[in-house]
């Protein structure tokens, strides 16, 4: 998210007005975009996001709440129109831009992450597995029979920018493959989450909208097998799919799912070629051509060079990133998490099955699934810890996956509608996984700082350093 830097000793690059050391720019706009380009900037929206929309509803003006976001907006011509309240724009259609972005992360991942090879996927996909399954058995189990199973997924979710953001706070000093650890898992975490709302929570499935969508899809495929890369273009068939799939009964999120996964993830051109280009390109052009744009075609071409030398999947991503972590997902929660917690309602939510499913999913099954499955890939050797990360900090890296607030939300309003108690259950629990995280991120960033065995405190391990060989390595 944050700009690129600029070598302020070069005279000749002239910075423009925002980034100048002077007045407003220093003083205002420059602290803004530091704070806006800090990982933990998301998150702090959406906590503000999410207390704005519980005063909203819980003040004098709360029926306005539920006006303004249950407020009918059209778009469409005639017939060819889809008419939706606000509420259900922002979670099937700007929500889309968020599954995009993720099915983007999912895509870089698995091409030139850590999930790219069995060996380094191995460890946080059945992490991920393990905090998946144990938190759905127990909300089963506590609402077996029920009406209420049928939010068996909810406490499945993990919220990446509230988790990135406890361990940047509460974890620092503990080593950076914890938190490459923490990516991994939550990616795979929204792989699970994104299967589950396609399967399970869809409604009947009209084939018709689908074979259009499939056919829009294809017809992406096939411009890019002959190197189609007009923006319009793809843009025009990604509304179709979407289109097609919000008809087809499946969730329309997933179409941005899938557009991410289809996105490319090469460039179009070398960067070593288009370097070339640029250097052939600045010989044989003046500092000061008359016309001052005598020479403009040069550079404009130059310019769509260098765009295509960043694959598509990186532009979309570096563009869509701070949309959908700054203005969508912020607005989702305040579309869906105002709900009414005076006269007694946190109380008589707490009574319920479903909310102790969820906290009890969240708080307790995240963790001991994370860390459980964990424990086994490495006893059975089918994977190792990342390097330099202790037990300790495994444990706190699975009280931090049960803050699952945005895609648990999500899942909470496909699988009860017309409930506000399970949004409840999600709050309450990711608030108490946050604090629980943050204790133990705390106590293991503390413990590691004292300990002997830390670089940092001069001192080193003496067994440590007659068990390792010149060539072993954690990974």
Avoid at 17 to 37: C, E
Avoid at 298 to 314: F, G, H, I, K, Y
Avoid at 364 to 374: D, E, F, L, S, W
């Amino acid at each position: 998210m944050s700009e690129p830097t600029i070598d302020r000793a070069d005279a000749d690059v002239r910075l423009p007005w925002a980034r100048k050391d002077s007045g407003v720019p220093r003083r205002v706009l420059q602290p803004l975009q530091s704070f806006l380009s800090a990982e933990f900037a998301g998150a702090a929206l959406l906590l503000l996001a999410t207390i704005v929309a519980l005063i909203w509803a819980n003040s004098p003006w709360k029926d306005s709440y539920q006006a303004f976001w249950h407020t009918r907006f059209v778009v469409g011509i005639g017939s060819w129109s889809v008419d939706l309240d606000l509420v259900h724009w922002v979670n099937d259609g700007l929500m889309t831009l968020f599954f995009f972005v993720v099915g983007l992360e999912i895509k870089r991942e698995l091409t030139t992450g850590e999930l790219r090879t069995p060996r380094a996927a191995a460890l946080p996909v059945i992490a991920a597995l393990g905090g998946m399954v144990v938190p759905a058995a127990l909300f089963l189990a506590v609402n077996a029979g029920g009406e209420g199973a049928r939010g068996w997924a909810i406490p499945m979710a993990t919220d990446i920018a509230f988790a990135v953001a406890v361990v940047t706070v509460f974890g620092r000093g503990l080593p950076s493959s914890l938190r490459t650890f923490l990516l991994a898992l939550a990616i795979v975490d929204d792989i699970g989450a994104i299967l589950v709302i396609a399967v399970f929570y869809s409604a009947g499935i009209g084939i018709g909208p689908l074979v259009v969508a499939a056919g829009a899809f294809a017809l992406m495929a096939v411009a890019q097998r002959i190197h189609v890369r007009s923006l319009v273009i793809y843009a025009g068939l990604g509304l179709v799919v979407w289109l097609g799939v919000f008809s087809s009964g499946v969730h329309a999120t997933i179409a941005g799912v899938l557009l991410g996964l289809a996105t490319p993830s090469r460039p179009f051109q070398r960067p070593a070629a288009v370097s070339r280009e640029a250097e052939r390109v600045a010989a044989a052009t003046e500092d000061d051509p008359q016309p001052p744009d005598a020479e403009a075609q040069e550079w404009l071409r130059l310019a769509n060079l260098s765009r295509e030398a960043v694959s598509p999947l990186a532009r979309f991503e570096h563009a869509l990133h701070p949309w959908t972590s700054l203005v969508i997902v912020p607005l989702f929660a305040l579309a869906n998490a105002g709900v009414q917690i005076g006269g007694g309602a946190v109380r008589e939510a707490l009574s319920s099955p479903v909310v102790l499913g969820i906290i009890v999913g969240l708080v307790v099954g995240k963790c001991v699934g994370v860390t459980g499955a964990t424990w086994l890939a490495v006893r059975t050797r089918v994977a190792v810890l990342p390097e330099g990360v202790r037990w300790a900090e495994i444990v706190a890296v699975g009280a931090t996956a049960g803050i699952g607030f945005t895609v648990a939300l999500f899942i909470s309003h496909l699988a009860f509608p017309l409930d506000d108690t399970p949004t409840i259950g999600v709050l309450v629990a990711s608030v108490l996984a946050a604090g629980v995280s943050a204790a133990l991120l705390r106590r293991a960033a503390r413990h590691r700082a004292s300990s002997p065995a830390n670089p940092a405190s001069g001192h080193a391990d003496p067994r440590r350093a007659q068990r390792s060989g010149p060539g072993e390595r954690r990974v």
